[in-house]
Nanobody, 120 residues
Framework: QVQLVESGGGLVQAGGSLRLSCEAS????????MGWYRQAPGKQRELVAT???????NYADSVKGRFTILRDYADNTLYLQMNSLKSEDTAVYYC??????????????WGQGTQVTVSS
């Protein structure tokens, strides 16, 4: 079992910044990738950004140039630095990770989500 705990959400004015954190713990043999998704009211969950164990990153077009995904390999913590926030960034942000729990077994885990609200 792998646990992901997000923090750092909140209320911010448009143009402001927030930094989300996601700490992974539990039966982790190695982490394959980690990422962030978000879900706004009435919409489907969508990709925000992902980062592979090798450091490759992928961003949604809507956040490129404004958001940065970072990872602290020492303590399996993932960050999402969000700058120049817009009202359309308002959503619940979820952390996800693809993890090897043993040399042969993998697991996809999700956090409980953290609310980000951007006021215009």
């Amino acid at each position: 079992q792998v646990q992901l705990v997000e923090s750092g959400g909140g209320l911010v004015q448009a143009g402001g910044s927030l930094r989300l954190s996601c700490e992974a713990s539990g039966s982790i043999f190695s982490i394959i990738y980690m990422g962030w998704y978000r879900q706004a009211p009435g919409k489907q969950r969508e990709l925000v950004a992902t980062r592979s164990s090798g450091g490759s990153t992928n961003y949604a077009d809507s956040v490129k140039g404004r958001f940065t995904i970072l990872r602290d390999y020492a303590d399996n913590t993932l960050y999402l630095q969000m700058n120049s926030l817009k009202s359309e960034d308002t959503a619940v942000y979820y952390c996800t990770a693809g993890v090897r729990t043993t040399a042969l077994q993998t697991e996809t885990s999700w956090g409980q989500g953290t609310q980000v609200t951007v006021s215009s």
